[in-house]
């Protein structure tokens, strides 16, 4: 025979995995894609609105997710804090004067 303290128990984790699989199902329905652009500074805000809804855009298309739930992180990384092939960037690609 169950006591009230496990009959109480037994409910809450019925509750707990119901609510567990509802959430589930809300996020997975809600799924949250995150695109991050890395690149050099010095792109204008024009190129950059154009990279949110190309990026945006493509990634709904292709996973079927709503715009709405697609975020675009872009990230302006200088020249000397990135390296390529042994070398900083900075030095190996210099601003053209």
């Not at 949110?52 to 855009?57: A, G, P, Q």
Request: with cysteine; glycine share 4%; proline share 3%.
């Amino acid at each position: 025979m169950l006591s009230l303290t496990n009959l109480w128990l037994l409910n809450y984790i019925q509750r707990a995995i119901l609510l567990s699989h509802s959430l589930f199902y809300f996020f997975e329905e809600q799924q949250m894609p995150i695109v991050r652009i890395e690149m050099w500074e010095g792109k204008s805000i024009e190129q950059k609105r154009e990279l949110v809804e190309v990026f945006t855009k493509e990634m709904s298309r292709i996973t079927g997710n709503t715009p709405e739930s697609i975020y675009v992180v872009i990230e302006d990384v200088k020249k000397e804090n990135w390296g390529v092939a042994g070398m900083l960037c900075s030095d190996k690609f210099p601003d053209k004067k």
